[in-house]
């Protein structure tokens, strides 16, 4: 016990270290740039990235002669097209990506970009989330997938793909699609809550170091790193854990009722392949291949808002991320 102590202790020692290396880093690139760039909406047509990748390896892998023909031919069928169009507006694909964290800060860039998208698009177009998410906090997972819910208030059809992980708070999001998509080896599911933190409470009291704490309130602050919990303390947190597993099962249920949740809901995980079997997706695919193949008969936007995050917030996150990831926080994560 006395190795493990003292293995927290250096476990502690070692996250204040990273975070301090993180600030000074976050410090040194924003002295670099001046901290001037300034938050904004930014719009690419893919349709255009596609086809002018596409040239250049023309370009390198065809004679001059095939490459003049080839460069002719696309220009009378872009022409073509536009001509055949006429009038008629294209279904629009939007895209938008989701890189989730334990604190899923990411939601404060995918507020704003479904406020522009919901405010442009409509019923006959399509939004499409590339989604990577391992999960985390609770509230800031609910909030994520409560932008999403906004799509679908909009009858604005949803897509969601997953090229490597949609697991917990990330699946949480995912299952709110109309199509849910994912590549072979995505891991999906982690239907689960989950809460850890470590205990200093011998280690202090053997070194004859008091730990004090006051509430008001019996239940305002229950399993604690530095006192010693009663076995009150881990049933009311387990409570508290099975009512954010319910409130997860049935968001779950509610966006895809053909799952046996009580089969899906056990906090494993699975790669796309069986998730398909289980109902957990509806298809298997990669994000890549979905969207050349809509670029052939629709236009399609990738949508992203930057925003300006200022030094002191972006030190919070650092340090909070590094908290939670080492298991020093308190707050209830979904996985």
Same mark, same amino acid.
């Given at each position: ?14 996250? /204040? ?6 600030? !000074? ?10 901290? &001037? ?23 390198? !892998? ?15 069928? =872009? ?23 334990? %604190? ?19 019923? #006959?177009?399509?939004? !499409?989330?590339?989604?990577?998410? *391992?999960?985390?906090? !609770? ?19 949803? /897509? ?5 992980? *949609? ?7 995912? +299952?709110?699609?109309? %199509? ?24 202090? @009291? ?5 730990? @004090?704490?006051? /509430? ?15 076995? @009150?303390? %881990? ?10 597993? @319910? ?14 949740? #009580?089969?899906?809901? /056990? ?8 998730? =398909? ?9 990669? &994000? ?9 008969? +629709? ?14 917030? %972006? ?21």
């Amino acid at each position: 016990m006395e190795f493990l102590f003292e293995y927290g202790l250096f476990l502690l020692k070692a996250v /204040t270290v990273v975070v301090a290396i993180a600030a !000074v880093i976050i410090l040194a690139i924003s002295a670099s740039k001046g901290e &001037s760039k300034s938050a904004g909406l930014k719009v690419e047509k893919l349709n255009d990235k596609y086809r002018e990748m596409a040239n250049t390896l023309r370009q390198k !892998v065809l004679s001059q002669s095939e490459w003049r023909e080839a460069e002719k031919q696309q220009k009378k069928d =872009l022409k073509k097209a536009a001509k055949e169009a006429g009038d008629e507006r294209q279904k629009r694909y939007y895209v938008l990506h989701f890189k989730g964290d334990i %604190r899923a800060t990411g939601v404060e860039s995918l507020r704003e970009e479904v406020s522009a998208v919901v405010s442009v698009a409509d019923k #006959d177009d399509e939004v !499409v989330l590339c989604l990577e998410n *391992a999960g985390g906090a !609770v509230q800031d997972h609910g909030l994520a997938a409560s932008q999403l819910q906004r799509i679908k208030d909009h009858d604005i059809p949803l /897509t969601v793909i997953v090229d490597k992980v *949609a697991a917990s708070g990330g699946y949480l999001m995912g +299952a709110l699609a109309d %199509r849910f998509i994912c590549a072979p080896f995505a891991i999906v599911g982690s239907i689960g809550v989950l809460m850890q933190l470590p205990n200093f409470y011998r280690f202090l @009291e053997n070194r004859g170091i008091d730990f @004090e704490q006051i /509430t008001a309130g019996k239940y305002k602050r229950t399993l604690t790193m530095f006192g010693k919990n009663s076995e @009150e303390d %881990r049933e009311k947190t387990r409570e508290e854990l099975e009512e954010g597993h @319910e409130l997860f099962k049935n968001a779950v249920s509610d966006s895809r009722p053909q799952l046996d949740i #009580d089969n899906v809901a /056990t906090g494993e995980h699975w790669y796309g392949t069986r998730a =398909l079997e289980l109902g957990l997706v509806d298809q298997l695919g990669s &994000s890549d291949d979905y969207l050349m193949k809509a670029a052939q008969d +629709a236009d399609i936007y990738a949508i992203a808002y930057k925003g300006h995050e200022g030094l002191v917030s %972006r030190l919070q996150g650092a340090m909070s991320a590094a908290l939670e990831s080492a298991g020093l926080s308190q707050r209830a994560p979904l996985g």
